[in-house]
């Protein structure tokens, strides 16, 4: 569920805006569709790293934070993480590419 990079900046944008965020504030602050971010949503939630609450006619969502300290995922370090590989790719020439990119920074 991790290992798509829009579902990484799903976790990291709930946790820096106060652990509680609607589809429609994710899709806006990505800038993607709100059925792209429903769909990761959904794929986060069946493996159990969010949860869900509606709130009047929103749902909101939450990083489970246990579930990634069970996964042994440092929430610190998994923002650190991401942080980096994001500023790396930001100066590779093939921004469509991330896996070139990937493996140019190795």
Do not use: W
């Not at 829009?6 to 504030?25: A, E, P, Y």
């Not at 921004?95 to 920074?105: A, F, G, R």
Request: charge should be positive.
């Amino acid at each position: 569920a991790l290992g798509d990079p829009s579902r990484l900046k799903i976790i990291k944008l709930i946790l820096l805006n106060g652990n509680n965020l609607c589809v429609g504030m994710i899709a806006h602050k990505l800038e993607i569709s709100q059925p792209a971010i429903s769909q990761h949503l959904k794929i986060l939630k069946n493996a159990g790293l969010v949860e869900a609450e509606r709130m009047g006619f929103h749902i909101h969502y939450r990083v489970k934070k246990d579930a990634l300290d069970n996964y042994g995922i440092n929430i610190t370090e998994l923002l650190k993480k991401i942080e980096l590989k994001y500023k790396q790719n930001e100066n590779c020439e093939y921004k469509d590419e991330s896996d070139k990119c990937n493996e140019l920074n190795k």
